[in-house]
């Protein structure tokens, strides 16, 4: 199993709509996550992070990590055309005295009108 | 403040030429990354500097792919010669001392990427 896999999708939902994006990762990756968003053409930006069990809420972002099945999600609640991007999720690797981010292949969203 | 700022933005070369890219990490940031990301793909680390020091490149594919960061700061990835399949986006980022941790609240920051076609 890779460190971190995503779906590539594309995902498609209808404009209002919930959006959920998971992420599965392997024993290897620290059991933390980054949520990016990367826009076409564009580099990749934060959303949010979790390393709790259970929910984390930002505005209409909730990540949600489950240790125990070994995934993180990401839903979008009322999602808008300007969601359409590309999600990525990420996870810590420590190697020596830093760590780096280890990203899985990313999730394409389509919210339709 | 300025982010991570690499150039150049765009570059098309034939294959065998070498190719270079800059990177400026934002000031202050003691770790600096490139990544490569192919299209439809996720970042995939190349290599990892911590100030001057790469500690981790053990993706670089070292027989055509080169890179430096002299004083700590300014960052080039050279490729030489180039290949049909090096075309991708070449991503510099940065972080703070110790990289990203949920813990510390660091995160890496990307620079707008320097996109290489090889035809």
């Known amino acids: 199993q890779k460190e971190v896999e995503q779906n590539s999708g594309p995902l498609s939902v209808p404009e209002g709509a919930i959006a959920s994006l998971n992420c599965t990762y392997s024993?290897?990756?620290?059991?933390?996550f980054f949520w990016y968003r990367q826009y076409s053409g564009k580099s990749p930006e934060l959303i949010m992070s979790i390393y709790s069990n259970g929910d984390k809420e930002d505005g209409r972002f909730t990540a949600q990590l489950n240790k125990a099945s070994q995934y993180v999600s990401l839903l979008i609640r009322d999602s808008q055309p300007s969601d359409s991007a590309t999600y990525l999720c990420a996870a810590p690797e420590r190697t020596g005295t830093a760590s780096k981010l280890t990203f899985g292949t990313g999730t394409r969203l389509q919210v339709t009108l | 403040e300025a982010g991570v700022v690499q150039s150049p933005r765009y570059k098309i070369i034939e294959k065998k030429q070498p190719v270079a890219f800059w990177c400026n990490p934002i000031?202050?940031?003691?770790?600096l990354y490139w990544y490569r990301q192919n299209l439809g793909q996720g970042p995939e680390l190349l290599i990892r500097?911590?100030?001057?020091?790469?500690?981790?490149d053990s993706q670089l594919p070292k027989d055509r792919f080169s890179a430096e960061r002299l004083k700590g700061v300014d960052s080039t990835l050279k490729i030489q010669p180039a290949e049909l399949g090096d075309s991708a986006v070449y991503l510099c980022?940065?972080?703070?001392?110790?990289?990203?941790?949920?813990?510390?609240?660091?995160?890496?920051?990307f620079g707008e990427g320097s996109w290489l076609t090889v035809v």
């Open positions: 024993d290897r990756v620290s059991q933390s």
């Open positions: 980022a940065s972080s703070p001392w110790g990289g990203p941790s949920i813990y510390s609240g660091n995160t890496i920051y």
């Open positions: 500097y911590e100030n001057e020091e790469a500690v981790d």
């Open positions: 000031s202050g940031h003691n770790t």
